[in-house]
C-alpha cells in the first residue's frame, strides 16, 4: 500500500479532496483529534465518515469483546469437563482397587474354609 504526504499547509478552506486526505491522516492520529473535530464541523460528508468509522470501531470493540467472554466460558465449561473426568477416573480406579481387596478378601476366607473342611474330613 502506498502512502499519501499530506502537505501542512491543508486547511478547513482547502479542497474537498485535500480535506478528505486530511480525515484519513487525522484519523488515525489521537494527536490530531482538534483537526478532525474541525472537519467534522466543516465537511457533512466527513462528519458522516466518521460516524462510520465509529460505528464500525466500536463494533469491532463489541466483538472482541464477545469473543473474551465466549473464550471465558469455553475454558471454564472446558475445566469442568475436565475434573468431571477426573473424577470419575479417580473413583473408577478407587472402586477397582476396592472392589480387588474385597475379592482377594473373599478368595482368602472361602480357601481358609476349605482347608479346615478338608482337615476335618481327613
Known sequence: MSKVEVPSKIGLDSDPVERWALFFTSAVEQERKKVLDSLIAVDEGIRMANDV??????????????????????????????????????????????????????????????????????
Not at 466483538?63 to 475434573?83: M, P, S, V
Not at 477426573?86 to 472361602?110: C, I, M, S, T, V
Open 53 to 122: 468509522l465509529c460505528e464500525v470501531t466500536q463494533d469491532d470493540y463489541e466483538r472482541a469483546a464477545i469473543f473474551e467472554r465466549e473464550k471465558i466460558l469455553r475454558d471454564y465449561y472446558a475445566g469442568l469437563a475436565n475434573a468431571t473426568n477426573k473424577g470419575k477416573r479417580e473413583g473408577f480406579d478407587a472402586g477397582l482397587a476396592q472392589g480387588r481387596n474385597e475379592g482377594l478378601e473373599q478368595g482368602l476366607e472361602q480357601g481358609k474354609k476349605l482347608l479346615q473342611e478338608e482337615k476335618m474330613n481327613t
